[in-house]
C-alpha cells in the first residue's frame, strides 16, 4: 500500500460495519501472544513458519489474481521491500523468543511500545515531536521501568523477556519506518509477499544455527503454528490494512492498543495466566503513554503493521 496522506480529521467515527470489522482485527492480532506462548515448537522456528506461510498464502492469492501493477519498478524499490523484511525478521526473532522468559501480559505491552520508538526514530531523522507526545513517551516509559521491576522481582528470568520484548519493539518501529518509502511505490500485496519472503530466508538459517529444529512437532504445535498464521497474520493485519483506507490512522492506531488487555483476556482464560496485580498500574501507564502518543502526532502516515 502507498504512504497515505489523510486529509480527514485524526479522529473519525468508523461505521457499523468498519467496527466490526476493526473488532474482527484486533481479536485476531490478539491471539499472537498466547498462541505462542502456548506452541511447544521452538521460537525462531514459529517465527519462520509464521513467514513462510504467510508468504506461501499471499503468493497463491496473487497468483490467482495476477496484479499487473504494484510490482517492483527498480533495484531501489526491491532493496526497500527485502530491507523491511530483514527488519521484520529481527523483530520476530526478538520478539517470539521473549515470551519463553516473560507473561504474555509483559511481552505485548512491552512490544506496543512500537509508537514511542517510532516518534523518537522520527525525531532522529528530524521530524518536530508535539510536547503531548513528549508527555506521552515519558509516561509510556515510566509504565515499563515499573513493569520491568515488578517483573523483577517475581522472576530475574523476566528481565531477558522484557529486553528482547523491547528489542522487538524498537525493531518494529525501524520495520515501519523502513517500508513506508517502499509502499509509497508497491501493492500491499507484492510488499507482503516480498517483505515476508525475505523474512523467512533471514530466519532459516537464524534457525539452523542455533539448532532449532524445523519440523518433528506434536500436531497440536503444527494446528498452532497455522493458527497464528491464519489469525494474527492474514486475517488482523490484512483488515487492518484494508480498513486504513477508510478509517483513520490515529482511529486505527489507537484500537490496535486492545490487543493488550485482548492478550492478557485470552492467556488467562485458555492459559490460567493471569497476571499479579502488581503489574496492572504498570500497564495501565503504558497505555495512556502510547494513547497520548498516537492522539499527539495525528499520524498523517498510516501504521500498517500491529505489533505481535
Keep these: 500500500m502507498g504512504a497515505v496522506v489523510d486529509t480527514r480529521p485524526a479522529i473519525t467515527v468508523p461505521s457499523p460495519g468498519e467496527s466490526a470489522l476493526l473488532a474482527v482485527a484486533v481479536l485476531a492480532v490478539s491471539t499472537s501472544a498466547p498462541i505462542i506462548a502456548a506452541c511447544a515448537a521452538p521460537p525462531l522456528a514459529i517465527a519462520f513458519w509464521r513467514c513462510f506461510l ?27 521491500a527485502v530491507a523491511g523484511g530483514v527488519l521484520l525478521a529481527l523483530h520476530f526473532a526478538a520478539w517470539i523468543p521473549s515470551l519463553r522468559f516473560t507473561s504474555v501480559a509483559s511481552a505485548t505491552a512491552l512490544v506496543a511500545t512500537q509508537p514511542v520508538w517510532a516518534a523518537m526514530l522520527a525525531r532522529w531523522r528530524g521530524a518536530a515531536i508535539p510536547a503531548a507526545a513528549w508527555w506521552g513517551i515519558a509516561v509510556a516509559l515510566l509504565g515499563v521501568l515499573v513493569l520491568t521491576g515488578v517483573d523483577f522481582s517475581l522472576d530475574p528470568r523476566s528481565l531477558i523477556g522484557n529486553g528482547l520484548a523491547l528489542l522487538g519493539a524498537m525493531l518494529a518501529a525501524a520495520y515501519v519506518s523502513v517500508g513506508e518509502s517502499a509502499r509509497e511505490h508497491l501493492s500491499t500485496g507484492a510488499y507482503t509477499l516480498i517483505g515476508y519472503g525475505s523474512a523467512a530466508l533471514v530466519l532459516l538459517p537464524l534457525a539452523l544455527v542455533t539448532g532449532s529444529a524445523l519440523s518433528g512437532y506434536a500436531a497440536r504445535d503444527w494446528w498452532l503454528i497455522i493458527a497464528l498464521t491464519v489469525l494474527a497474520q492474514l486475517v488482523g493485519h490484512t483488515l487492518i490494512n484494508l480498513l486504513l483506507g477508510s478509517v483513520s490512522a490515529t482511529v486505527t492506531s489507537l484500537a490496535i492498543l486492545f490487543e493488550l488487555p485482548g492478550a492478557v483476556i485470552i492467556a488467562a482464560v485458555w492459559l490460567g495466566e493471569v497476571p499479579p496485580m502488581a503489574v496492572l498500574p504498570a500497564l495501565a501507564l503504558i497505555l495512556v503513554g502510547l494513547i497520548l502518543v498516537i492522539r499527539s502526532a495525528d499520524l498523517p502516515e498510516p501504521v500498517e503493521e500491529p505489533p505481535g
Design 54 to 80: 504467510g508468504a506461501a498464502a499471499t503468493g497463491g492469492w496473487l497468483g490467482v489474481r495476477r496484479p499487473r501493477a504494484g510490482w517492483p519498478a527498480d533495484a531501489a524499490q526491491l532493496r526497500g
